[in-house]
């Protein structure tokens, strides 16, 4: 019978020892989620104190825009982008839309980077804009001016989102190697 006490001993043991380790494991586990509590607590989000480089400019009212008004602050608002001086662009006025409660104004602004080996560039990049008049709001109102990038859907608004330059490189570097497959 000695040799079924030990074995009775043994398995006491093993309980006693797989409690205290699944006691651990739950009090570590409980701590753990405490702490990250507290934590997350403690972490706060104040994007109005920091300068992002999120830049604007002062937009028209609906009364003064003109098609030519709009090129301008469009060209102003651009040269707000930081972004390398070797890339040009051209805006061009696409039309406007008429709907039952605003007209909106459509242009392009078209970006490259000539150089003097390859003044002619092999690809583009464009910038689709649109300023929107309201038929319904006051005309002293500002105009409400959107954007989006070739191939994107993004939608961005000015002020709200910052400009990187990647994305026209993307553009440009994605019509090149698009190029390179097609063989003529």
């Known amino acids: 019978m000695t040799g079924n006490s030990t074995e009775e001993e043994e398995q006491g043991y093993e309980e006693i020892a797989f409690q205290i380790v699944n006691e651990a494991i739950s009090n570590a586990i409980e701590q753990i989620t405490t702490e990250t509590k507290e934590n997350l607590k403690q972490i706060t989000f104040d994007f109005e104190d920091k300068d992002y480089g999120v830049d604007d400019i002062e937009w028209s009212s609906c009364e ?3 098609i030519e008004n709009g090129a301008t602050q469009i060209t102003k608002f651009v040269e707000t982008w930081k972004r390398d001086s070797a890339w040009l662009y051209c805006i061009d006025y696409l039309g406007d839309e008429e709907h039952d409660y605003d007209v909106r104004h459509r242009y392009r602004v078209r970006w490259s980077i000539p150089t003097r080996r390859k003044p002619i560039p092999r690809a583009t990049a464009s910038t689709y804009f649109t300023i929107r ?9 500002p105009i409400e001016v959107y954007y989006i990038f070739e191939g994107n859907r993004l939608v961005h608004r000015p002020g709200k989102s910052r400009f990187r330059e ?5 553009i440009v570097e994605s019509k090149v190697l698009m190029m390179e497959t097609v063989n003529f």
């Not at 008049?133 to 109102?141: A, G």
């Not at 990647?166 to 993307?170: F, V």
């Open 64 to 66: 003064d825009f003109t």
């Open 133 to 141: 008049l309201s038929k319904i709001k006051p005309k002293t109102l």
């Open 166 to 170: 990647i994305w026209l490189k993307n």
